[in-house]
């Protein structure tokens, strides 16, 4: 059983510019979320995908956008990068299930993105 | 706003002592989580709390869900350097089960 893989590991973009950001869910898990962390903070709710449909959203610009796949796989794509967008990505996939279950994430090693 | 503040954010301690980490809300959450996380790496999840006042177990960690499910503890007992990393509480609110994280506990287990 593989864990949930993101690539790619690292990023330098440039302001303005635009990213995609690419997570393979773990075997079984229906369930996407995308988080942004910054340095020295938790990681903050971007949204999540079920089934294909955006499931909720945290709060962040339009300029933030995804896409689940049916294989479960998912992207995140961000549109006129800002300097404040640099922080480590993190994908997570929950399995379906039971509340209780649904609730666990079980993280990628994140991409991080520094925009210069 | 955060939602969930963890104490304390830093703490650096020596090899064999015992420490408390705590995750503290106004907010009642469904289920509550409890990540480690190592420098260039996802969260790993610990535990996962559902039940008010429920205490769980892992080796050396205990892991408290307050009765009123506001509130959580991480206690650990004889670190090691090895429980080095930033430990995450996370709570799940509502349909989505979108996960609202603590503002992290820096912890370093000098040997």
């Known amino acids: 059983e593989t864990g949930v893989t993101q690539s790619p590991t690292h990023l330098i973009k440039t302001r303005g510019q635009q990213v995609t950001l690419r997570c393979s869910s773990q075997?079984?898990?229906?369930?996407v979320s995308w988080y942004q962390q910054a340095l020295g903070q938790g990681p903050q709710f971007i949204f999540q995908y079920y089934r294909e449909e955006e499931n909720g959203r945290g709060n962040f610009p339009p300029r933030f956008s995804g896409l689940q796949f049916p294989n479960y796989s998912s992207e995140l794509n961000v549109n006129a990068l800002e300097l404040d967008d640099s922080a480590l990505y993190l994908c997570?996939?929950?399995?379906?299930?039971?509340?209780?279950?649904?609730?666990?994430?079980?993280f990628g090693q994140g991409t991080r993105l520094t925009v210069v | 706003t955060q939602l969930l503040e963890q104490s304390p954010q830093f703490l650096s301690i020596q090899e064999g002592e015992n420490l408390t980490v705590y995750c503290n809300s106004s907010s009642v959450f469904s289920s509550l989580q409890w990540y480690r996380q190592e420098p260039g790496e996802g969260p790993v999840l610990l535990v996962t709390v559902v039940t008010g006042g429920e205490v769980k177990k892992l080796k050396r960690l205990t892991f408290q869900f307050g009765d009123a499910r506001k509130d959580s503890s991480l206690h650990i007992t004889a670190a090691q350097p090895g429980d080095t990393g930033l430990y995450l509480c996370?709570?799940?609110?509502?349909?989505?089960?979108?996960?609202?994280f603590g503002t992290g506990t820096l912890l370093a287990v000098q040997p």
């Open positions: 996370a709570g799940a609110r509502g349909a989505t089960n979108k996960l609202i």
């Open positions: 075997s079984g898990h229906n369930t």
């Open positions: 997570a996939s929950s399995p379906p299930g039971p509340r209780r279950a649904n609730t666990e994430a079980f």
